[in-house]
């Protein structure tokens, strides 16, 4: 059976001071969930979110970006080896705000997704159409095409340390969010492709776009979801718990 997870994504928010308060918070409320907790931090706030986790093994950090270089003159970049030196656990792969705002392409994911592998790092990769590509009724081609872009290279056993987040770009910080109905036939899509692919049936596919309490148990007890990445939810630890315990 596959593991739930739920995963933060702070994307710009939250200084140093803010993510130490946030971990103080969020510990006793998520300590006894059966589901699996990341958060995906900004890189000033990596180490004292690591630092708080250490020794706590029901929450996992993750970054929210990185270049597949291991070194080299990329101004403002940080390679694999710099999140794993600091003992980052997951990185954020492909998100559609880093696909719109910084040009990122299905190549440069599947290089960020192999370097990420290559250094054990744990990649959590991101697709979705837009709404111009839904309403053409091409949604779930879009997500299909990215999957075998974005994976392709990779080994059966590379997918046992892959997350896919299935991110809808119209859904993301707009308020909008797609029916329970709707994600669960792109993800079930997207299952069925790495199953094509690598036979493999055991990826999380977790849903992201405006997930927050009061949708996050329909959408995860759908058959294919097995979780969220949640976006400006994943700020505030009472809201944020109720979704990680979506299943109390």
Known sequence: MRRKVIAGNWKMNMLPSDTIKFMEEIDPLVKDSKNEVILCVPFTDLFYAINYTR???????????????????FTGEI????????ECEYVIIGHSERRQYFNETDESVNLKVKAALKHGLKPIVCVGE??????????IQVVNTQITKDLDGLTL????????AYEPIWAIGTGKTATKEDAEEVIKAIRDMVRELFSNDDVPILYG???KPENAKELFTMPNIDGGLVGGASLKPDVFEK??????
């Open 55 to 73: 020794d706590i093994p029901y929450l996992h950090i993750g970054a929210q970006n990185m270049h597949y270089e291991e070194s080299g003159a």
């Open 79 to 86: 390679s694999p080896e710099m999140l794993t030196s600091v």
């Open 130 to 139: 837009t709404l111009e590509q839904r309403e053409a009724g091409n949604a």
């Open 157 to 164: 056993d590379d997918l046992s340390n892959i997350i896919i």
């Open 209 to 211: 776009g405006s997930v």
């Open 243 to 248: 979704i990680v315990n979506f299943d109390k």
